[in-house]
Structure formats: structure tokens, C-alpha cells
């Protein structure tokens, strides 16, 4: 057990890219032991939804894991996982940002027969993932908030919502706890490294810098093709634009106190922010740039839009681009070679399925170096 520790301790990691993928395995390997790195030129900029460095900082960071309609599968693995994993991370987390917590529940709301009757089903499933359908009372009120006759809807106690702002505040702070080297500098190329006996991979930095590692791991979204390429992997992702758009109510609405941490209608997020204060997002368009029809597309809710929503003032937006496999499933977890991995291409799922994955790779290289004990 000791000579594995040292082993740990001499194993130096670099993590390249610092989304919410990148900073929970840098943080997960941290607290393995591991000698790590996080690379990105944005690590050590002022983290806020004002001005997204990354996808992850303007998501929601909704967490729809129990709610997800499969209970098999690599899909439901990742969620279940992470779910619980979730609840420990926060333990270890919270210490450096008070008051910050899993916001919980989550409301699906549907005015289509057929998805209530999966619903229905989902319930059935899963009885003991917190799941329940909404009585006719609740399903009242939220007529009467949007102005519609709604078939059913079901209330999910489990899922919810971490603030990503806080959320990657807060692990930033518990990489500096646990040592964590931070480089803000662009990679121009990794390569294998022939020069050395016992570090497997060069690692070049911009200003003619470089260092060498036993692993990489990759967790630069659309960068990660760049970066693979010249090794031969051929690694395809494409662009997905979320946007984020806060209302400014014209009339405060503390009465709505059954609104819950997230309440998802017509594929969109809804946050109740502040009494006159609605934010709404949504993960919609194959793009880099947002437009105009997609947010009006939102705002008006296919002309449905309830008469609180379509009366309030556009007082801030905001987007990111997230990055989907194409032709593979995500997220992307693989290791290409001995000592090459890659953990990315989350796209709509980044927050809930980070613990997951960042074990995932933990996981691969205690395994690899078990094997070269």
C-alpha cells in the first residue's frame, strides 16, 4: 500500500482544459494523490456568467439524473453514479463557499399525452429514485403560471440544480487546497516523449515552454481534435450552442412558492431567480453564434408563452458552446494510448456527469499502474 502512495505521489497528471470536465478530474486526482496539472489560459481568470470563459460557466448546471427514462445502460451508469457521487463531493467541497447547495427539487411539466404516459412509465420504473406524478392540485397551479391546460407533469425530489458559477468557484478554491498546479498557458502540441526514461508524453506550451508527464488527460471540448490529430486520432466534435436569457418580471411574484429549483417545460429551464427575476436557458442550436430566431424561438414557447413572460424585459443573456461527439455517444471517454486519455464532449449533461467521469479516469490509471508495478 505504501510503495503505492509513492508511486501516486511521483505520477505527475496534466489535465488539459478547465470546464467543468477539467476541474473535476484535476480535483478527483487530486485527492488520489496524484502530482496534477491544469492546463488552460483561462484557469486563472475571474470566474462569472457575465462573460463565459467556457460552456460549463454559462450553463444552469441542471442535474436531471434520476429523471432520465432508461435504468440500464452506459447512459443511466454515468448518472446513476455521479448522482451519488455528487452528494460526497459536496461534503468536500463545501467548506470553501458557504451556502452553497444542491438545489433541489426538479418539475417536468408536459401538455403531450404521449410523453405523460412515459411519465407514467418512468414513475412505474422507478419508484425509489424519488420520482412522483403531480396531483391535480399542483398540476393547477402550474395552468395557471402558464396560462395552459397541461396533461400531467411529475416532480423528480432528487434532481435539481448546482449553481455552476459557485460550483466551479468553490472547486477552484479546493485545488488550491490540495496543491494543484495551474498553468494559464495555450498548448500548441503534445507528443510522445523520447528523450526521457520515465515520463511517457511532452507536453508544449506557448512561449517555447514545455514539460514532460506519465499521463494526459483531455478535457478541451472543441480544441481536442487540434491536439489529436497529429498522433492520428481522429477525434470529431461539433459545435452546440446553449443560451441563457434573464427576465426582469413586471410584477414581483412572491406568491409563486411552490416554484421549485428547476422546472423544465417545452425542452426549456426555468429558474425562478428572484421574485421579479425569471432565468430561462436551453441547449438548442448546432452553432457558434446565437440568433435571433433560436432566442425568439425560446421566448415565445412556440406562441405559447404565458403573458408574465412575454411582458418582461430581456435584461440580460448570455451563451456558451458545449462540444457533441458526432457519430459517437457522450460523453467521450476512452484512453487512446498507454498514458492518453480523453474526457469530453459532455455537451448538455457536463455538470451531472462530471463525478462520474472524473472517477472514470481515476479509475483507468490506478488500473494502468497497477499493471506496471
Request: proline share 4%; with cysteine.
Amino acid at each position: 500500500m505504501n510503495s503505492q502512495k509513492s508511486e501516486k505521489k511521483q505520477t505527475e497528471i496534466s489535465v488539459i482544459g478547465c470546464g467543468i470536465a477539467g476541474i473535476t478530474t484535476a480535483f478527483h486526482l487530486g485527492t488520489k494523490g496524484y502530482k496534477v496539472n491544469l492546463i488552460d489560459p483561462t484557469v486563472n481568470s475571474e470566474i462569472n456568467n457575465l462573460c463565459p470563459k467556457n460552456g460549463t460557466q454559462a450553463s444552469l448546471g441542471v442535474l436531471m439524473g434520476n429523471v432520465y427514462k432508461r435504468s440500464k445502460g452506459r447512459a443511466f451508469s454515468l448518472r446513476n453514479k455521479s448522482m451519488k457521487l455528487w452528494k460526497d463531493w459536496l461534503t468536500q467541497i463545501n467548506y470553501s463557499e458557504s451556502g452553497f447547495i444542491f438545489e433541489k427539487p426538479l418539475i417536468k411539466l408536459t401538455n403531450s399525452e404521449k410523453e405523460y404516459q412515459s411519465m407514467i412509465e418512468l414513475r412505474n420504473n422507478k419508484k425509489n429514485f424519488g420520482i412522483e406524478l403531480l396531483d391535480k392540485n399542483s398540476l393547477s397551479f402550474w395552468n395557471s403560471i402558464f396560462e395552459t391546460k397541461l396533461i400531467g407533469g411529475l416532480i423528480s425530489h432528487e434532481d435539481g440544480r448546482l449553481n455552476p458559477i459557485q460550483l466551479i468557484k468553490s472547486l477552484m478554491k479546493s485545488l488550491d487546497q490540495i496543491k494543484i498546479n495551474k498553468i494559464d498557458k495555450n498548448v500548441s502540441k503534445i507528443s510522445k516523449n523520447s528523450s526521457s526514461y520515465d515520463k511517457n508524453w511532452n507536453i508544449d506550451l506557448e512561449n517555447n515552454q514545455s514539460i514532460t508527464q506519465d499521463y494526459i488527460v483531455i478535457c478541451s471540448a472543441l480544441n481536442t481534435h487540434k491536439l489529436l490529430k497529429p498522433l492520428g486520432h481522429e477525434i470529431l466534435l461539433e459545435p452546440i450552442l446553449g443560451q441563457v436569457i434573464e427576465l426582469e418580471l413586471k410584477k414581483r411574484s412572491s406568491n409563486w412558492k411552490e416554484w421549485p429549483a428547476i422546472l423544465n417545460y417545452q425542452a426549456i429551464n426555468f429558474i425562478h431567480h428572484h421574485p421579479n427575476h425569471m432565468i430561462i436557458g436551453a441547449t438548442i442550436e448546432q452553432s457558434t453564434k446565437p440568433s435571433f430566431i433560436n432566442k425568439q424561438e425560446m421566448l415565445n414557447m412556440n406562441n405559447t408563452a404565458p403573458k408574465w413572460m412575454a411582458s418582461a424585459r430581456v435584461c440580460h443573456e448570455w451563451n456558451g458552446i458545449r462540444a457533441k461527439p458526432v457519430n459517437e455517444p457522450a460523453p467521450l471517454l476512452k484512453q487512446l494510448e498507454p498514458g492518453l486519455l480523453i474526457n469530453t464532449g459532455h455537451y448538455r449533461n457536463g455538470v451531472l456527469l462530471a463525478p462520474a467521469c472524473a472517477e472514470w479516469i481515476g479509475n483507468q490509471i490506478e488500473g494502468q499502474i497497477n499493471i506496471n508495478e
